[in-house]
């Protein structure tokens, strides 16, 4: 715990076998209470792996649900744990869980409601090896949710997330998308309900091991997240209501 409130990691998996390890190994367990992992049914021995290290609290679909899907099984656990902070890691060992007391520390000392580990901030992207038509994409689409929804953060798009277990329980993420758009829906009920979003600079490393999908999925994605931030314009009109952005 830190200032008595009750830490728990979640880690949404899916054929995680050959990253779960390190990236476990690496959670700071003095201040962490609690990890969660759902297996998205992977075919590899993810499952198998997360019971060899004692992880505590595993959840295995029976089918793959979409990796929105596997989060919401991630956060309704932490809820049902009693979480007061909740750090979403990816356990392809691209984000390091070095940044937990950093990310941790920022929203416990209540500066933030929620912090996001930004492979933008600092110059070590295209460095650190992502592929360079994702950075531009990931740009591109940065720049038009910032002016689309008055924000101005440096990526919507980061797998790697601390926050208030309060403010997720403000929005109704058990309704949003099953598929990767969860990651953006979720960030703009947060900015709706005006949550204060910090952000830290995080290195992430991209290798054959880790996760990664397809230019098919990934322009799915992109189009997902141009809908998001137009519902999100529209609804700031108080002309048009969407149920996205609905209270809990």
């Known amino acids: 715990m830190v200032y008595n409130q009750k830490i728990v990691v979640v880690l949404p ?7 779960i390890e390190k990236t476990y190994n690496e959670i700071p367990f003095d201040i962490v ?40 099984s991630c956060y309704e656990k932490a809820l049902e744990l009693n979480a007061d902070i909740i750090i979403m890691l990816h356990p392809d060992y691209q984000y390091t869980p070095k940044l937990i007391p950093s990310m941790v520390h920022l929203v416990v000392s209540d500066l933030y409601d929620v912090v996001l580990g930004s492979r933008i901030l600092g110059k070590g992207a295209l460095k650190n090896g992502m ?37 997720l329980q403000q929005i109704d993420f058990k309704n949003n998308s099953d598929d990767f758009v ?26 054959e091991d880790a996760s990664s999908i397809n230019l098919q999925r990934s322009i799915v994605y992109g189009l997902g997240v141009l809908r998001v931030s137009l519902h ?14 609905s209270k809990s």
């Open 13 to 19: 998996a899916y054929n995680a076998g050959k990253t």
């Open 131 to 167: 592929p360079v038509y994702k950075y531009i994409a990931n740009r591109m689409l940065t720049l038009f949710q910032n002016l689309m929804m008055n924000q101005k953060l440096s990526e919507y798009h980061t797998g790697y997330r601390c926050f208030k277990a309060s403010v």
């Open 182 to 207: 969860f990651d953006n829906e979720i960030l703009a009920q947060f900015c709706y309900h005006n949550a204060r979003i910090g952000e830290v600079s995080c290195p992430t490393h991209y290798f």
């Open 33 to 72: 209470d609690a990890v969660i992992l759902t297996d998205d049914f992977s075919k590899d021995d993810t499952i198998r792996i997360a019971r060899e290290l004692s992880i505590e609290h595993i959840i295995a679909h029976d089918r793959n649900k979409g990796y929105g899907a596997n989060q919401k």
């Open 232 to 245: 999100y314009a529209l609804q700031k009109t108080r002309l048009f209501h969407f149920a996205l952005f």
